[in-house]
RNA sequence: GCUCGAGUGGCGGAAUUGGUAGACGCGCUGGAUUCAAAAUCCAGUUCUUUCGGGAGUGUGGGUUCGAUUCCCACCUCGAGUACCA
């Protein structure tokens, strides 16, 4: 019989889905483990081999946990609302639930022929109301909750009312807005329902606000800032302008602290941790307030070096600050106006492009400096950015490079307050070397002293205090689209109101236009049936509503991020229709041991996700504050695409070798037309585009070779491969285990197709060693030492891999094993059982295959991992390799159990040894036993 | 600019705590089998060489008996970030 992959693959997959193999229990004595995959948006492109690279990964690990006796939870679903599907709903007018649906059909299939062994009954999308009516009530849960600071932690908004009415909010140590006022019992009290619930919304975690917003014109739609890229969006590169738009938001940063400090936590990859201590940016130092002149204001500013208060000479605040229409002098007003207007015009891309170009205006005002009280001229200028810290930085041009060069380039004063310095090229910005000089009371400190007698002082005249400031900024979360989750909120008097649990999901109203309205409300304004009735507590037309028991509902909807920032909890306990998640399920399952995904994710999902988990955890609806205890970022698969050149102006293409001085244009051809040699079907290419029949071609050797490079893979580069058309050629197996064997899993490598046959190959070969000729033959006869060292050195080697999720050196070290038993014609069951279950992580179809032949009923998903025996790899000599000065020379076979000495005296009589001496003397002979001998002279 | 990561044959890559550099596979070369091809099998394949050897892991230096591995400086490529006060 023959290695019939295609036969075999078919079947098990069958068998596994029709006896629910890899179905996870949630009541077991086995220990858990939880390998989850990011879970795709399903495109209308369908996979490409780059995808399912992690989801092999993955499978080894979870197939590997099972043969190790563990219960697995391995699911898979789809990130199913985004805004591929909306514009090709604009476009179409195909529902986007229709699209999503035969997308996710067609992932489904391709997802199948790779042999995954997920539990499909766990499956989630986030597009169904099943799901979304949790990210729903999650929602809602952020509502009604505020940050505690005192505790650091979230708590519920009854407990922050119950303090207002005894006290007021004097004592509350909560994260809420800049703006909240101070106010009594007595204040609070009389406060109208209105008035509260305005208040209440400067607190909760999730909040309506009017907010400076990433505002894309081209997708009709706000964007997070990790949602652009350069300036631009990530999805289609199109500006973004910033704009004043009320919105909601997620209170992120109050997280900021422990999201940094959780990540000490989590066995996550190195780089992937830094992207996110970055993005949080905590930075050190304090607030200090400078009291303006002639007028009743103060500016704060936000500085890291308080020590170097001395050496300011002016103020430098954002164009876009609230102060500066009340502070700006008559005489500089048309000045100000002008650049406050040009600023604005600019694109968040503009001003990054020149950050060389220093400009600003001076505002006419002076500030008091608070030691000094000599004035401080107050300007405005565009490298102040309005978002961070208090939009206003104090000017300290001797010690920050960026003051330095806005001092020079206005002629502005840039008084020396560090000892023994040089100043008048560049600002001296060394905090560790800095000795502080005129500077009264800080003078002759270093950085740390003076920095707490600083901020000591500014304490003491209540001019300042220390203050630790973050870059992580609050989390837009409403999007002016339409397929995304709804809000469950409706809106009484323009204050949002929650719809109770029990009404919920509210489903997504069907509209039909996908386009914003033309009065610029979201698409969800086009909806005719989008109204709450609070007495029947259900969504009828907006013809009802009267304000009264009938109001609105909320036009935006959620972003790409709701649904994924905790769908892994929801794979717990997936059908659950009474609560998010049981909490036996989770109290079972608890976090996900093993994640896999790209590293493109850091700023957005897996910063989300930890937000939301710390909150739930908070409100003690999760066990663990950290979703995932260990992940690993896959690299991705590149393209290797392939070039056509064409003579210019001409349609004759000149094959590779002949290009070399003439005025060819290269073209991407497709690569399912080129051969493993890089020669092209020219007749296929001829048949690909019209433009191309009568295309002529002047070959060299009689061929067309085609030219090579490495890109991205994508429809666009023609570079494409598709994992369908792998598994018919060669079989699922040899995909899973190529692309283990392209190399390390975390890096990003080409995709080439030629090697491909290198793993099929050994595929076969290991057919072979089951089989005599055409027939299954394993014999019951003692396997030979050399047989059993060869498994056992695999055991050791795989298990090794595995445990550091190095899947490419076992893919190398079952190909070393397997030549061994081919070339020793091993056929010994006592070997090849073991071996087919070591095999199975990686190759399963052909696994479950042989271990049915070998005799088993049952699949081998569960069959115990082969245990290692070192005794079987105990060597009675040792193959010494003998160099001199460190190069080996040649190498000697000597008994393992012989000591320093005798090792010496036999190396140092060795002929060999005395032609590599030439007859010098050795200066010293070091002999490591059981490794190497090295001889020094 | 700053912060990370990586540089090893024609190619993908391997090398345990510093201990035989190039495992394994592709490609290539030669051979067997075949009418021929595919498939399969065998041998060779870092460079260089006067066939004894010699050199060699981006470059230069250092530590060490011994460095792909550790340290310093530099070069190149990739990723993240973008005036963060």
Not at 270 to 292: H, T
Not at 344 to 363: L, Y
Not at 656 to 673: C, N, T
């Amino acid at each position: 019989m023959k290695y019939n992959f295609n036969e075999i693959e078919a079947k098990w997959q069958k068998y596994w889905s029709e006896n629910q193999t890899f179905k996870a229990e949630n009541n077991s004595d086995k220990p858990k483990f939880y390998a989850l995959d990011m879970f795709p948006y399903p495109s209308g492109a369908g996979l490409h081999v780059g995808h399912p690279l992690g989801y092999i990964a993955s499978d080894i690990y979870a197939r590997y946990k099972r043969h190790k006796g563990f219960n697995v939870l391995h699911p898979m679903g789809y990130d199913s609302f985004g805004l591929p599907a909306e514009q090709y709903a604009i476009q179409t007018g195909q529902h986007p639930a229709v699209t999503t649906e035969t997308n996710i059909n067609r992932y489904r299939e391709q997802l199948d022929k790779i042999g995954f062994s997920f539990d499909w009954s766990r499956e989630v999308r986030t597009s169904n109301p099943d799901f979304y009516k949790w990210t729903q009530w999650i929602f809602i849960q952020l509502f009604n909750s505020w940050y505690d600071k005192s505790e650091e932690k979230a708590k519920d908004v009854t407990v922050l009312i119950e303090a207002f009415q005894k006290n007021g909010n004097n004592g509350i140590v909560a994260v809420c807005d800049e703006d909240t006022p101070a106010f009594t019992a007595a204040e609070w009290n009389g406060f109208t329902t209105a008035e509260k619930e305005s208040i209440l919304l400067k607190y909760r975690l999730t909040y309506l606000a009017d907010t400076e917003v990433n505002w894309c014109p081209a997708l009709g739609t706000v964007l997070a800032n990790d949602e652009i890229v350069n300036g631009v969006s990530e999805r289609g590169g199109y500006p973004v302008v910033r704009k004043k738009m009320t919105q909601w938001s997620m209170r992120i940063a109050a997280y900021a602290e422990r999201l940094l400090q959780g990540l000490t936590q989590v066995d996550w990859p190195e780089p992937l941790k830094d992207i996110q201590r970055n993005w949080i940016g905590k930075s050190v130092g304090a607030q200090v307030r400078f009291k303006l002149m002639d007028h009743d204001a103060e500016i704060p500013v936000f500085t890291t070096r308080p020590d170097t208060i001395f050496g300011v000479s002016f103020m430098t605040l954002a164009p876009e600050h609230e102060l500066v229409g009340k502070i700006t002098t008559e005489a500089q007003k048309e000045a100000v106006a002008a650049y406050v207007e040009a600023t604005a015009k600019r694109s968040e891309r503009e001003r990054m492009a020149d950050v060389k170009t220093i400009s600003g205006v001076f505002t006419g005002a002076f500030a008091e400096h608070p030691f000094t009280k000599e004035p401080i001229p107050v300007w405005i200028g565009d490298y102040v950015l309005a978002g961070y810290g208090t939009g206003a930085v104090m000017a300290v041009p001797c010690g920050d490079q960026r003051d330095f060069d806005f001092a020079k380039h206005f002629e502005l004063p840039i008084p020396n307050i560090f000892k023994d310095t040089d100043i008048t090229e560049q600002a001296f910005a060394d905090k560790e070397n800095t000795v502080i000089d005129n500077s009264d009371f800080l003078n002759g400190l270093d950085y740390k002293k003076a920095t707490a007698k600083a901020i000591a002082e500014l304490e003491s005249i209540g001019q300042g205090a220390g203050k630790i400031n973050y870059r992580l900024r609050d989390a837009v979360f409403s999007r002016q689209r339409y397929w995304g989750e709804p809000f469950p909120v409706y809106y009484v008097n323009g204050m949002p109101k929650m719809i109770e649990k029990e009404h919920l999901p509210i489903i997504l109203p069907e509209v039909e236009k996908y386009l914003p309205t033309e009065t610029g409300e979201p698409p969800l304004g086009n909806a005719r049936v989008w109204a709450w009735d609070t007495n029947e507590n259900k969504v009828v037309s907006n013809e009802m509503i009267d304000n009264e028991t009938v109001f609105p509902l909320e036009l935006n909807t959620m972003p790409g991020w709701a649904g994924s920032s905790w769908y892994f909890n929801r794979y717990m306990d997936a059908g659950n229709d009474s609560e998010f998640v049981a909490q036996r399920a989770l109290e079972y399952w608890k976090d996900v041991d093993l994640y896999i995904g790209g590293s493109e994710h850091a700023t957005g999902h897996l910063l989300y996700s930890r937000f939301w988990q710390k909150f739930l955890f908070d409100k003690g609806l999760v066990p663990v504050e950290e979703f995932a205890k260990k992940l690993i970022n896959q690299g991705m698969i590149l393209g290797t695409s392939a070039f056509v050149y064409r003579l210019e102006n001409t349609n004759t293409f000149v094959s590779k070798g002949l290009i070399e001085g003439r005025s060819v244009q290269p073209i991407h051809a497709d690569v399912s037309m080129v051969n493993a040699s890089d020669e092209l079907d020219v007749e296929a290419f001829r048949n690909w585009r019209p433009e191309y029949s009568d295309a002529e071609f002047q070959l060299e050797g009689g061929k067309y070779i085609v030219g090579r490079e490495v890109e991205k893979m994508s429809k666009s580069k023609y570079n494409v491969v598709s994992p369908d058309d792998i598994c018919k050629e060669y079989g699922a197996d040899t995909l899973r285990m190529y692309e283990m064997f392209l190399g390390p899993l975390e890096q990003a490598k080409p995709w080439n197709t030629a090697g491909i046959t290198g793993v099929y190959s050994f595929l076969k070969k290991l057919w072979k060693l089951y089989h005599n000729g055409d027939d299954f033959e394993v014999s019951d006869a003692k396997p030979s030492s050399e047989s059993l060292k060869s498994l056992h050195k695999t055991i050791r080697k795989v298990e090794e891999d595995i445990d550091n999720f190095s899947f490419n050196t076992s893919v190398s070290t079952f190909m070393i094993c397997v030549n061994e038993l081919t070339a020793q014609k091993c056929n010994s069951r006592a070997i090849l059982e073991p071996l087919a279950v070591l095999i199975s992580p990686y190759a399963p179809h052909i696994a479950e295959e042989l271990w049915q032949l070998l005799g088993h009923n049952e699949s081998i998903a569960t069959a115990p991992f082969p245990v290692f025996e070192a005794k079987y790899l105990v060597e009675s000599t040792k193959t010494y390799p003998i160099s001199f000065n460190g190069k080996m020379r040649f190498t000697l076979d000597l008994p393992a159990d012989m000591g320093k000495e005798e090792i010496e005296k036999i190396v140092l009589e060795h002929e060999k040894t005395q032609a590599q001496l030439e007859g010098r003397a050795p200066k010293k002979v070091i002999v490591v036993p059981g490794k190497i001998v090295n001889v020094v002279g």
